[in-house]
């Protein structure tokens, strides 16, 4: 079996300068701003956003090392203001010694900076402010709802990409090639896609599944890497998926847009995304709901109905039945026609409402529930339409100064179409439908 006393893969190929770097060719090819700023040895504070195991970390240490900073490392996880202040305490005493005198800022790299609370984000920045130090901050949530938006304008923000699948073959290459324990050993790799879609573009988790592949097989005189082997060594592939991160959301707003777009197949393959990371089914049904009301509205109000007897299903058998009334309650509404009319209706007249005056509501329409009000005509003009001919008789339901504001403006639809034609019929040029 294989043993090392040294450090684990993922840590012995962190890159130690830029060359050894993989990815990110946005950030850091001869043209990018990461670049340009290393070469003109000189970097403002910023803030690295991406997923987990994409070069955050190295990235903040080589450009320390590039630069020729003094590199302080916190973890929002495990620190606060007091590991914080012992820095700044550091690394004012360094300066008012000889030593420290007319030297650069030194770099604070604080990872998971989306952990500290708002009051610790703030004691950042003063010392941000006036240069005391250069941060850089790592963080795998949006900045935009984690970042307090003082330190967010002190700093620019840099988004990392997941590993590109050539990245990984990249990274696998250098491994095998450069690794002081892997370069001795016969190691292949027949077939990749599983190994891959299991690193799912993180670049540790990659050499982590190999390195224990590696570990498996370390009494095979030539280690051969094909799927099935992968497949072998991990037995279930857990997906990253936070209910509280970004993923969480893009996947829902995915699921969504592909139902609001017509597109049965992808909407499908984004639930089955939802569900096999154990997403609550209940919160996956009452979107359902939503988008029955929102996207398909009245071009067919059966969708509402099949949203919200599937939402009643899945709270009663729950998974993994409840797969299946999902699946097809998402096929069909993602199968159907679209109108977004009373989205749009709602919208616009509740606007409306918080930038006018209360219109005084018309007599006639108003309750006589006391003999006052009575005298005062309190409904007295009102006509019952039961009473007209095909339950219609023309007279005005708005408030006197909106009589031709209009609202409601139907889709060309087959079953829009029909209630168009109703309310001409009705209406005749009163409204413009």
Same mark, same amino acid.
């Given at each position: 079996?294989y043993?090392?006393?040294?450090?684990?893969?993922?840590?012995?190929?962190r890159?130690?300068n830029?060359?050894?770097?993989?990815?990110?060719?946005?950030?850091?090819?001869?043209?990018?701003i990461?670049?340009k700023?290393?070469?003109?040895n000189?970097?403002?504070?910023?803030?690295l956003?991406?997923?987990a195991?994409?070069g955050?970390?190295?990235l903040?240490?080589i450009?320390?090392?590039?630069?020729?900073?003094d590199f302080?490392?916190?973890?929002?996880?495990?620190?606060g203001?007091?590991?914080?202040?012992?820095?700044i305490?550091?690394?004012?005493n360094?300066?008012k010694?000889?030593?420290g005198?007319?030297?650069k800022?030194?770099?604070?790299?604080i990872d998971?900076?989306?952990?500290?609370?708002?009051?610790q984000?703030d004691?950042?920045l003063?010392?941000v402010?006036?240069g005391t130090?250069?941060?850089i901050?790592?963080?795998?949530?949006?900045p935009?709802?984690?970042?307090?938006?003082?330190?967010?304008?002190?700093c620019?923000?840099?988004?990392?990409?997941?590993?590109?699948?050539?990245d990984?073959?990249e990274?696998?290459?250098?491994?095998?090639?450069?690794d002081e324990i892997?370069?001795?050993k016969? @190691?292949? &790799?027949? =077939?990749?896609q599983?190994? *891959?879609?299991?690193?799912?573009?993180d670049?540790?988790?990659f #050499?982590? %599944?190999?390195?224990?592949?590696?570990?498996?097989n370390?009494?095979?005189?030539e280690?051969i890497?094909?799927?099935?082997?992968?497949k072998?060594c991990?037995q279930?592939?857990i997906?990253?998926?936070?209910?509280?991160?970004?993923?969480?959301?893009?996947?829902?707003?995915?699921f969504i847009?592909?139902?609001?777009g017509s597109d049965?197949?992808a909407a499908i393959?984004?639930?089955?995304?939802m569900?096999n990371?154990?997403?609550?089914?209940?919160?996956?049904a009452r979107?359902?709901?939503i988008?029955?009301?929102?996207d398909?509205g009245l071009?067919?109000?059966?969708?509402?109905?099949?949203?919200?007897?599937?939402?009643d299903?899945?709270?009663?058998?729950?998974?993994?039945?409840a797969? @299946?009334? &999902?699946? =097809?309650?998402t096929i069909? *509404?993602?199968s159907?026609v679209?109108?977004?009319?009373?989205? #749009?209706? %709602?919208n616009?007249a509740l606007?409306?409402?918080?930038?006018?005056?209360?219109h005084?509501?018309?007599?006639?329409?108003?309750?006589?529930?006391?003999p006052l009000m009575?005298?005062?005509?309190?409904?007295?003009?009102?006509?019952y339409s039961?009473?007209?001919?095909?339950?219609?008789?023309?007279?005005e339901?708005m408030?006197?100064?909106?009589s031709?504001k209009s609202?409601y403006?139907a889709?060309n639809?087959?079953?829009?179409n029909?209630?168009?034609e109703?309310?001409?019929?009705c209406?005749?040029?009163?409204?413009?439908f």
């Open positions: 079996m043993t090392s006393p040294l450090a684990p893969l993922a840590e012995r190929m890159p130690k830029i060359d050894e770097y993989i990815g990110q060719k946005h950030l850091l090819a001869p043209d990018a990461l670049y700023m290393l070469i003109n000189n970097i403002s504070s910023f803030i956003w991406g997923p195991g994409v955050k970390t190295s903040a240490r450009i320390a090392e590039k630069l020729d900073r302080y490392t916190l973890s929002a996880i495990s620190s203001v007091k590991e914080l202040r012992d820095i305490s550091e690394i004012e360094k300066r010694s000889i030593f005198q007319g030297s800022s030194p770099i604070l790299f998971e900076i989306h952990r500290f609370s708002k009051s984000q004691s950042l003063s010392i402010e006036d130090i250069t941060l901050a790592a963080t795998t949530e949006n935009s709802y984690e970042i307090i938006k003082p330190l967010l304008s002190r620019q923000v840099y988004t990392l990409k997941a590993l590109s699948n050539d990984l073959l990274l696998f290459k250098r491994s095998i090639e450069k892997l370069h001795n016969a @190691i292949k &790799l027949r =077939e990749s599983t190994i *891959l879609n299991y690193a799912n573009g670049a540790r988790k #050499l982590n %599944i190999l390195e224990l592949i590696i570990q498996s370390w009494d095979k005189e280690i890497i094909d799927n099935l082997l992968v072998n991990i279930e592939n997906l990253t998926y936070d209910k509280k991160s970004d993923t969480h959301y893009d996947t829902i707003s995915a847009k592909s139902i609001r049965p197949n393959y984004y639930l089955a995304r569900l990371a154990g997403e609550d089914v209940k919160f996956i979107r359902l709901c988008s029955a009301s929102e398909i071009a067919n109000p059966n969708a509402l109905l099949i949203a919200n007897a599937c939402f299903i899945v709270e009663k058998i729950g998974m993994p039945e797969r @299946i009334p &999902l699946a =097809e309650a069909y *509404l993602a159907s679209k109108s977004n009319s009373a989205y #749009l209706a %709602i616009e606007d409306f409402v918080k930038n006018s005056p209360n005084p509501i018309p007599l006639d329409l108003r309750n006589a529930n006391t009575s005298s005062l005509d309190y409904g007295k003009n009102y006509k039961h009473n007209y001919e095909n339950h219609f008789i023309n007279q339901f408030p006197q100064e909106l031709s609202f403006k889709s639809n087959r079953i829009e029909g209630l168009k109703y309310l001409k019929d209406w005749k040029d009163k409204y413009d």
